[in-house]
């Protein structure tokens, strides 16, 4: 089946550094990638949807300035988390649409202390 | 826009027993409702799925029930076991060709007692 790779899987980082996160499609092209976040005990909420070569659409009450999607190439689309506070810490996944399906990551796991 | 709702929040059945989790969702337009098990610091595993031309699909030990009408579904497991112990997330999305976006219920923690 598709596989969906995140990278890295765990990140602690300190307050109001930047972190990037990668999601690659390892063995299929994601024509569309998505990102989610996770608190602990809750359910995934989309945050945006990436297209390779344009603009991602953020859901409402997302900031695009504070997550910045980079969808490069068909395979990988990065999310950087700028100027983390700890209220960014969460469960970040993504998941990558291709094959008449979406398929998910492992997830990454962001600390900011 | 879609909201899915999920029922129960938690649940907990003795192993062997069965399970029952129910969605429902908002957006008639939604043609395509998979499941997700999520165990603990993992991403999400599809595990069964079902498309709006059909009104139920059984793999094994699990089935899916989908009722259009009522704008329902439901996931059925059967002979539970201590494995299946895990979070459960419904979803549902618009499947026309090149769009892939979910919407996710709020999840079900099920507890298989043993």
């Known amino acids: 089946g598709a596989v969906v790779s995140q990278h890295p899987s765990r990140v602690i980082c300190k307050s109001g550094t930047s972190v990037k996160i990668e999601c690659r499609s390892l063995?299929?092209?994601?024509?569309?990638m998505f990102w989610y976040r996770q608190f602990p005990k809750k359910s995934l909420m989309l945050m945006a949807t990436?297209?390779?070569?344009?603009?991602?659409?953020?859901e409402q009450g997302v900031e695009k300035d504070k997550f910045l999607i980079n969808h490069a190439s068909l395979t990988l689309s990065t999310l950087t988390v700028t100027s983390a506070h700890p209220e960014d810490s969460s469960f970040y996944i993504c998941?990558?649409?291709?094959?008449?399906?979406?398929?998910f990551g492992p997830g990454t796991r962001l600390l900011v202390l | 826009g879609e909201n899915v709702e999920q029922h129960p929040s938690t649940l907990s059945v003795q192993e062997g027993d069965s399970a029952v989790i129910k969605c429902t969702y908002s957006?008639?337009?939604?043609?395509?409702f998979p499941w997700y098990k999520q165990e603990l610091g993992k991403g999400p595993q599809l595990i069964i799925d079902?498309?709006?031309?059909?009104g139920e699909k059984k793999d094994q030990r699990i089935a899916v029930t989908l009722n259009k009408t009522a704008k329902h579904f439901s996931l059925h497991i059967t002979e539970t076991q201590p494995e299946d112990s895990a979070v459960y997330f419904c979803?549902?999305?618009?499947?026309?060709?090149?769009?892939?976006?979910?919407?996710f219920g709020t999840g079900t923690r099920l507890k298989v007692l043993a």
């Open positions: 998941s990558g649409g291709g094959q008449g399906n979406s398929y």
């Open positions: 063995d299929f092209q994601a024509t569309t």
């Open positions: 990436s297209n390779e070569g344009s603009k991602a659409t953020y």
């Open positions: 957006d008639s337009a939604s043609n395509y």
């Open positions: 079902i498309r709006s031309n059909v």
């Open positions: 979803a549902a999305s618009n499947l026309p060709s090149g769009t892939y976006k979910y919407i």
